[in-house]
């Protein structure tokens, strides 16, 4: 396993993340595959024997049960200070209002069992709560040691940027990673965000870097239960099937040049862009193998510009 500095953070993490939305009571009516807590204990087990120490989940995640799940294996398995361990806000009553930030971190720690998080990331911008407001919330939680480091996800980059600068301006904790929906059928982070955060030195670890499964298969899908189930990545993806699936047959000819898997391909590719740490949600320890395979595959400039070529613009998927 390699490892990577978290922006301007002191957190080391693993070059993968484990995104934990496939833990959860199914009962919980979010997603009707995720896992039950002793087949998310065996991920989080052969995780920690890959070496990945990441772990990303939510407080909204199949109503709170992927933290219970998580928290119970890490406890488990492995010290608290081996992990990093990320959760969201925002995805709740009151979004980013202070109320709001100051009640849900407390439930976050007490489903996870810790009492600190790692990293905290504000699952998409709340355009009905000052940024002041906000930021300040966040950069208490910090001064108080419930929480070591800040992350955002999915937004627009003027809405990242206005938000780094208030917490800039203001002596506030700035944010040191961001989430986004990258992969090679979207990639529409590329005109602000991701140059704002090359900029700022926020490191990049994207969910979705397989667009749902679909660019590690030639089938665009598979049968199961979370391909024929999962209406997000539904309407994400299904819509661009006919202009995007030329980008899935190249990710597989690639493939098959290299002798590897079109997953490690499609994740080599994101390393080659400077991606930190794909969240990667798998649901079977063979997937997470997988995955650590493309940590030792170089693409060319070449391969990359194959890969690249037949991207069509997409409407903005995340952000919203």
């Not at 040049?257 to 994740?267: D, E, N, P, R």
């Amino acid at each position: 396993m390699e490892y990577i500095q978290l922006g301007n953070s002191p957190l080391q993490v693993s070059r993968l993340c484990v995104g934990c939305m496939s833990f959860g009571d199914p009962a919980s009516q979010m997603h009707a595959w995720t896992l039950n807590p002793k087949e998310s204990e065996a991920m989080v087990g052969h995780a920690l024997e890959l070496g990945i120490n990441f772990f990303d989940t939510a407080n909204c995640y199949s109503a709170g049960t992927s933290e219970e799940y998580l928290g119970r294996a890490i406890r488990s398995l492995t010290p608290r200070d081996r992990v990093v361990l990320a959760s969201k806000v925002y995805m709740n009553e009151g979004h980013l209002s202070r109320e709001a930030i100051l009640r849900e971190i407390d439930g976050s720690l007490k489903r996870l069992g810790t009492d600190y998080l790692d990293l905290y990331i504000i699952h998409r911008f709340d355009a009905d709560t000052p940024m002041e407001e906000t930021m300040e919330a966040l950069h208490g939680l910090v001064k108080a040691g419930k929480v070591r480091a800040l992350g955002a996800s999915a937004m627009y980059g003027y809405q990242f940027y206005n938000l780094q600068m208030t917490a800039q301006r203001n002596g506030w904790t700035q944010f040191v990673s961001m989430q986004n929906h990258y992969n090679l059928l979207y990639r529409e982070d590329e005109h602000e965000l991701i140059p704002i955060c090359s900029q700022m030195n926020v490191a990049r670890t994207p969910y979705s870097p397989l667009a749902a499964g679909r660019l590690s298969r030639l089938e665009w899908k598979n049968g199961s239960k979370r391909s024929d189930t999962d209406q997000v990545a539904i309407s994400k993806y299904d819509g661009t099937q006919q202009q995007d699936y030329e980008i899935v047959q190249r990710v597989a000819a690639l493939a098959e040049k290299y002798g590897v898997t079109m997953t490690q391909i499609a994740l080599a590719w994101q390393f080659a862009r400077g991606v930190a740490a794909p969240i990667i949600g798998a649901t079977k320890t063979k997937y997470l193998d997988d995955a650590a395979g493309a940590l030792s595959l170089r693409l060319t400039p070449q391969d990359q510009a194959c890969l690249e070529e037949p991207y069509l613009p997409h409407k903005v998927v995340g952000a919203l």
